[in-house]
T-cell receptor, first 115, second 113 residues
Framework: EPEVTQTPSHQVTQMGQEVILRCVPI?????FYWYRQILGQKVEFLVS????????KSEIFDDQFSVERPDGSNFTLKIRSTKLEDSAMYFC?????????????FGEGSRLTVL | AQKVTQAQTEISVVEKEDVTLDCVYE???????LFWYKQPPSGELVFLIR??????QNEISGRYSWNFQKSTSSFNFTITASQVVDSAVYFC??????????FGAGTTVTVRA
């Protein structure tokens, strides 16, 4: 069964360092998302991406964050200069363009720990 | 704007008891989808059930059942005869036409042996 894969599963970094989280969405999917979950809190929308551009972003997604799809398969989330409060689980999700079921397919998450 | 409210933050039961998780949602859209996700201690989000706004038929799947009441904007979830492996955080979520999934705050279920 096709699935969304995310790497790394866990990354530990020093405050101020750049981090890139990678996602490989399901191959025929056209819409891509990043969500964030701070430990013990709910899952929050960060950004949606379609046709090689951001379609919507939340207020959390400030200038420190960027997304791109560099090679037609990977979908990356970059945090330019990490802060302690960026420590969270980051989930990638994707969906088809024609889906009428409303379902997003989630990856297993990348846990980021900023020290 | 849409909103999902899970009023119960934690539920603790003894194995074999039934557990019902409440979810109330708000949306102005007439077409939407409701979900329940399970998040075990390992952290991944496990999809459990999806319902669209036009399908109020309730369902039982094994030990899981769902009660969707459009009139009260509720989408409750029941685990029958709970097991220790059911211990997790359960999230109710809503998607509308903008395809932004809005999650509730989650309910932590602890099943004690």
């Amino acid at each position: 069964e096709p699935e969304v894969t995310q790497t790394p599963s866990h990354q530990v970094t020093q405050m101020g360092q750049e981090v890139i989280l990678r996602c490989v969405p399901i191959s025929n999917h056209l819409y891509f998302y990043w969500y964030r979950q701070i430990l013990g809190q709910k899952v929050e929308f960060l950004v949606s991406f379609y046709n090689n551009e951001i379609s919507e972003k939340s207020e959390i997604f400030d200038d420190q964050f960027s997304v791109e799809r560099p090679d037609g398969s990977n979908f990356t989330l970059k945090i330019r200069s990490t802060k302690l409060e960026d420590s969270a689980m980051y989930f990638c999700a994707s969906r088809t363009g024609t889906s009428n079921t409303g379902e997003l397919f989630f990856g297993e998450g990348s846990r980021l720990t900023v020290l | 704007a849409q909103k999902v409210t899970q009023a119960q933050t934690e539920i603790s039961v003894v194995e074999k008891e039934d557990v019902t998780l409440d979810c109330v949602y708000e949306t102005r859209d007439t077409t939407y989808y409701l979900f329940w996700y399970k998040q075990p201690p390992s952290g991944e989000l496990v999809f459990l059930i999806r319902r669209n706004s036009f399908d109020e038929q309730n369902e039982i799947s094994g030990r899981y059942s769902w009660n969707f009441q459009k009139s009260t904007s509720s989408f409750n979830f029941t685990i029958t005869a709970s097991q220790v492996v059911d211990s997790a955080v359960y999230f109710c979520a809503l998607i509308t036409n903008d395809y932004k999934l809005s999650f509730g705050a989650g309910t932590t279920v602890t099943v004690r042996a």
